[in-house]
Nanobody, 124 residues
Framework: QVQLAEHGGGVVQAGGSLTLSCAAS????????MAWYRQNPGKERELVARMDFGGGSTNYADSVQGRFTISRDYASHAVTLQMNSLKPEDTAVYYCYADTLYGSVRDYRRLEVWGQGSLVTVSE
Protein backbone atom coordinates (compact mmCIF):
# COMPACT_ATOMS: atom_id res chain seq x y z
CA GLN A 1 0.00 0.00 0.00
CA VAL A 2 0.88 3.68 -0.18
CA GLN A 3 0.34 6.30 2.51
CA LEU A 4 0.45 10.09 2.43
CA ALA A 5 1.64 12.10 5.41
CA GLU A 6 0.79 15.79 5.50
CA HIS A 7 2.45 18.51 7.55
CA GLY A 8 1.80 22.19 7.93
CA GLY A 9 -1.35 24.20 8.11
CA GLY A 10 -2.47 26.35 11.00
CA VAL A 11 -3.77 29.85 11.58
CA VAL A 12 -2.49 32.92 9.78
CA GLN A 13 -3.66 36.48 9.25
CA ALA A 14 -4.85 37.61 5.85
CA GLY A 15 -1.89 38.47 3.65
CA GLY A 16 0.34 35.96 5.36
CA SER A 17 1.91 32.75 4.14
CA LEU A 18 1.79 29.07 5.00
CA THR A 19 3.44 25.97 3.63
CA LEU A 20 1.91 22.52 3.36
CA SER A 21 3.98 19.45 2.69
CA CYS A 22 3.05 15.91 1.77
CA ALA A 23 5.22 12.83 1.46
CA ALA A 24 4.26 9.46 0.03
CA SER A 25 5.60 6.24 1.43
CA UNK A 26 5.12 2.53 0.90
CA UNK A 27 5.68 0.19 -2.01
CA UNK A 28 5.72 2.94 -4.61
CA UNK A 29 6.54 1.90 -8.12
CA UNK A 30 5.75 5.25 -9.69
CA UNK A 31 3.81 8.42 -8.92
CA UNK A 32 1.91 9.85 -11.88
CA UNK A 33 0.48 12.96 -10.33
CA MET A 34 0.20 14.70 -6.98
CA ALA A 35 -2.21 17.45 -6.09
CA TRP A 36 -3.74 19.53 -3.36
CA TYR A 37 -7.48 19.82 -2.87
CA ARG A 38 -9.46 21.76 -0.30
CA GLN A 39 -12.89 21.44 1.21
CA ASN A 40 -15.21 23.37 3.50
CA PRO A 41 -18.19 21.89 5.35
CA GLY A 42 -21.14 21.37 3.06
CA LYS A 43 -19.11 22.04 -0.06
CA GLU A 44 -17.48 19.82 -2.62
CA ARG A 45 -13.79 19.14 -2.53
CA GLU A 46 -12.09 21.38 -5.08
CA LEU A 47 -8.77 21.14 -6.85
CA VAL A 48 -6.27 23.77 -5.77
CA ALA A 49 -3.10 22.74 -7.60
CA ARG A 50 -1.78 19.67 -9.37
CA MET A 51 1.56 18.55 -10.70
CA ASP A 52 2.49 15.90 -13.19
CA PHE A 53 5.09 14.16 -11.07
CA GLY A 54 7.32 13.02 -13.89
CA GLY A 55 7.26 16.02 -16.21
CA GLY A 56 6.68 18.69 -13.61
CA SER A 57 3.87 20.52 -15.40
CA THR A 58 1.43 22.27 -13.10
CA ASN A 59 -2.15 23.54 -13.04
CA TYR A 60 -3.83 25.87 -10.58
CA ALA A 61 -7.33 26.89 -9.71
CA ASP A 62 -8.07 30.39 -10.94
CA SER A 63 -8.67 31.49 -7.36
CA VAL A 64 -5.09 30.72 -6.30
CA GLN A 65 -3.17 31.40 -9.51
CA GLY A 66 -0.23 33.66 -8.80
CA ARG A 67 -0.46 33.19 -5.03
CA PHE A 68 0.11 29.46 -4.53
CA THR A 69 2.99 27.35 -5.84
CA ILE A 70 3.18 23.58 -5.95
CA SER A 71 6.60 21.98 -6.13
CA ARG A 72 7.98 18.49 -5.87
CA ASP A 73 10.91 16.55 -4.52
CA TYR A 74 10.97 13.68 -6.97
CA ALA A 75 13.39 11.48 -5.04
CA SER A 76 11.47 11.87 -1.79
CA HIS A 77 8.03 11.36 -3.36
CA ALA A 78 6.94 14.65 -1.82
CA VAL A 79 5.12 17.81 -2.79
CA THR A 80 4.91 21.19 -1.16
CA LEU A 81 2.24 23.85 -1.48
CA GLN A 82 3.55 27.33 -0.78
CA MET A 83 0.62 29.63 -0.08
CA ASN A 84 1.22 33.38 -0.16
CA SER A 85 -1.07 36.39 0.12
CA LEU A 86 -3.63 34.26 1.89
CA LYS A 87 -7.23 35.40 2.02
CA PRO A 88 -10.02 34.46 4.43
CA GLU A 89 -11.72 32.57 1.60
CA ASP A 90 -8.69 30.25 1.48
CA THR A 91 -9.79 28.84 4.82
CA ALA A 92 -10.44 25.12 4.39
CA VAL A 93 -9.17 21.65 5.10
CA TYR A 94 -6.46 20.93 2.54
CA TYR A 95 -5.95 17.38 1.31
CA CYS A 96 -2.96 15.93 -0.48
CA TYR A 97 -3.73 13.48 -3.28
CA ALA A 98 -1.52 11.08 -5.20
CA ASP A 99 -2.18 8.96 -8.27
CA THR A 100 0.29 6.12 -7.90
CA LEU A 101 1.36 2.76 -9.15
CA TYR A 102 2.34 0.55 -6.25
CA GLY A 103 4.13 -2.77 -6.17
CA SER A 104 7.11 -3.93 -8.18
CA VAL A 105 8.15 -3.72 -11.79
CA ARG A 106 6.67 -7.17 -12.36
CA ASP A 107 3.42 -6.58 -10.49
CA TYR A 108 2.09 -3.09 -10.00
CA ARG A 109 -1.38 -1.64 -9.67
CA ARG A 110 -2.89 1.82 -9.73
CA LEU A 111 -3.81 3.29 -6.37
CA GLU A 112 -5.27 6.71 -5.63
CA VAL A 113 -4.39 7.92 -2.14
CA TRP A 114 -5.53 10.81 0.06
CA GLY A 115 -3.78 12.46 2.97
CA GLN A 116 -5.42 12.98 6.34
CA GLY A 117 -6.19 16.67 5.75
CA SER A 118 -4.66 19.84 7.17
CA LEU A 119 -6.73 22.72 8.46
CA VAL A 120 -5.77 26.16 7.18
CA THR A 121 -7.50 29.10 8.82
CA VAL A 122 -7.00 32.63 7.51
CA SER A 123 -8.27 35.35 9.80
CA GLU A 124 -9.32 38.85 8.76
Amino acid sequence: QVQLAEHGGGVVQAGGSLTLSCAASGMIYRISMMAWYRQNPGKERELVARMDFGGGSTNYADSVQGRFTISRDYASHAVTLQMNSLKPEDTAVYYCYADTLYGSVRDYRRLEVWGQGSLVTVSE
